[in-house]
């Protein structure tokens, strides 16, 4: 004991010497950031989901000053945007010098600066570029934070590819698969996404990854993030060559014994889903055709892949056990790892996705779909009857950076996220090094089931240590406030914990407090570890299912969210976002419910007391953690996102919700929007807006003047009926807000084009297409229709394409064209495709629309009034193009209304 004893103070006194070690000292704050033409406050905001991007220019840079007396040793960048060509430039006697070339490596980078105090990051290119930027730091010298990410390269060889369709996907259908095979066993996970979705969702990915231990960068493709619904719509959106190719090189490339991929059905539909089950299976098959994808052959090889599972798949079924505490997740289970990951994925935090192993889509089932080395006898491991070699490091060399909570820019984790972070509030570090008798394997693994201890305490100064190496066999631990963070087991261990000297009042020091193993010892024992490593996640799920957003990664909103002025976005000249604006609550009287008709792409909720369904969209990043309540929308006030650069424009109430993106196809140089909308029925109403409602059929304006004089949020075309007046044709049914202007209407006819089917949207707020004749003016109007659009074909009724699409020749040429739809009474589509654009957009034909409309969901939709009338607005603003059209004119068609919804006083109706 006496041996043992002396040991430890030896220990000691080393720890104490290297407790001195320097803490890298956060100066961002401190220094002057600037850029040319455009302010820097959002570059160090405290939130990796808002951006910063500086004025298109050639040679565009941010700038740094470091305060007096100070250098900066490190520079810590989460790009949105890698940049192609850029360097880090020091001033040095008054002339720029290149310091870094950069090497766009990895979307979170951290640079070596070595001592400068006047710097600039610069766009090299020689073209006007911008620089899209989510956060920065630097530091001074000494020991960076450990939220600071340090990536390795991919690893070469992969014992399991891991075939994601989307960030976080790795996490809810996967589970443990990457804390327990690729961190806790030591083995080569290689995670690879078809797309990233989105800038914010890149970085949320990267901090996922990184708090389960993840060191190596990850695979990220660049496929467009889309919905759809169907096998053949996926590979509609994704090209199935292009997908081939993709996924038969990453097997050809990093060799995986096992790939790992999606449920054929998509989960809960996801045709991007089906499409990477379906490819991941065809291409592991063929990755030894040296005639499949010959180019990735030619490069890398071929390779037989061994084993193929799939989510969910029915053959030969395996249920994986995802709940064993494992030592480098420091207790959790994978299952814990996983859901604390998903966690740090804060745009996702309204969706009613979570990670569980009971639910429909357990992230612990998987079938064994294709084997070249037989079934699986045993179960429960994916490598069963494959030998591999555990990497070079263990799993805690491998993760010698503890695990942490992945803020980009100086964000300390809450309290929410605290089993996954290695940093107290207060920004110190808690460090353990364990010590004890030697014990079988079993109880190794658990520091808190010793049976006896004894304490002692002595004061240490403040600082974070490093491995020991020499004395007793030891190792180290990264003690958060929830629990522990990185342990290495060894034998005769015995306990000694760090912890900040509050006793003093000056909280400069440390507190060692030894804990030593003896038999007749003290029997009483410290708060079970895993006690806390679950309360902040239990407290987390407790948050969503009452409603309340847990944000782990962002600081907590200041409940006076008034104060916060709106940020204007200079170029739109829109407001980005205005917070909490005095308006009504979300509740309304109970309505008539009807028969709810769901989207494929979500389970949706609704609540007694109001009638509006699940806002089942993404946020803009900006906005991210904006309170919502437990439908998606608003908890309060009024937010609003306008970036033509990212085509996305996006507002939110706590009674509507619209999305609306631009989305581009180079391969078919095809341009199209497609907008979301989701509201509250007994508030808003998606409608008629009529110019002049006294003389509906006489003024013609551009249709952005009529959503600016009338404040609508958004807007598109109509039917355009006003065109066929005084011509010898048909009209068509034409009613608005109650009102029949026009009732004779053509027999239905298949092939003429339009043929002036219906779309009738009643005061319920459900919606419904019709032959051009199927019913009177009378019908419509008893029945409760407040508007009925004359135009078509109807592209889907019932749920069921309009059988004579393919009948109608005029819809079969490329054109600029527009639909709408319904997918549930409160949640409608719009869809418009710009044409006639040279090298931007060709156009589609009314097949495009309807397969668009079919993927999202609609139970309903009517092909619109296209060419030069199809036009969308946001805001009181036109955002979409016209094409040349009769002697090169690009203005829209003058029109005398528009169909739209909502209505906000932050649009001013006098503005020029």
Known sequence: MKKLIAGIFLCLLLFMNMACAEIAEDLTSQCRITSAGKGTESVHDGLYTSFWRNREMKNGYLEFETPEGKSARWLYICFGEEPQYWEIQAERGGQWET??????????????LGAVTHFRLIDTSGKKAQFKINEVSVFGDGELPDWVQVWQPTQDKADILLLAAHPDDELLFFGGTIPDYGVERGLSVVVAYMSYSNTTRKSELLNGLWSMGVRNYPVIGTFHDTYSGTLEDGYHRWKQKDVDTFITGLIRRYRPEVVLSHDVNGEYGHGAHKVCADAALRCSMNASDPTFCPDSAQIYGTWDVKKVYLHLAKEQPIHMNWRV?????NGRTGLEAADAAYRLHVTQATTHFVVSDEDKNSCADFGLVYSTVGPDIEGGDFLEHIEVTTADLSPTDANEKPATVANTGNVQPTDAAADAAQMEPSGRAKVVLVMEPAADESSATDTSNTDTKQETALSTNDGVLARIESGPSVSLQTETAAGTDETTEQP???????TPDTASGTGSGMTAKIITTDETASADEPEDEQDQTEGPDQQAQTDQ??????QPDVPAASDDTTSQ??????????????????????????????????????????????????????WPADLADVPKDELGYAASGEWVHADDTEGLWFYATATLVVRVERIFDPVEVLTWYEAHIFCDLDR?????????PDKPQNKHVQAKLIAKENQVVFGMNTDYYTYRLGRKTMIGMVIRDGRVFFDRVPEANRRQFPNLDTLAMYDDGHWAVYRSDERLASEYIADGAIDVWSFGPYLIRDGEYN???????????????CAIGMVEPGHYYAILAEGRIKNVSVGVDIQFLADHAMAVGCKEALNLDGGQTAVMCFMGQQITRIGKYNGGNTSPRATTELMGIGHSDLIDPNTK
Not at 99 to 112: F, K, N, P, Q, S
Not at 325 to 329: I, T
Not at 545 to 550: F, I, L, S
């Open 565 to 618: 002025p709106a940020q204007m976005d200079a170029a739109a000249g829109l407001p980005i976002a205005v917070l909490e604006t005095a308006t009504e609550d979300g509740a309304g009287k109970a309505g008539p419910q009807k028969e709810r008709i769901t989207s494929p792409s979500a389970v949706r909720t609704s609540s007694e007391t109001t009638r509006k369904p699940y806002a089942d969209v993404a």
């Open 492 to 498: 005769n261990q015995a306990l000694i914990t760090f």
């Open 99 to 112: 310091i870094i070339v950069g090497e766009m490596r990895y979307a979170h980078t951290l640079l070596d």
């Open 325 to 329: 505490p494992l030592a480098s997740q």
């Open 684 to 692: 808003e109403r998606f409608g008629s807006i009529l110019y002049d």
């Open 803 to 817: 059988p004579f699409l393919k009948e109608m020749k005029n819809g079969f040429t490329p054109q600029p064209r």
């Open 545 to 550: 299912a009452d409603g309340t957003q847990q």
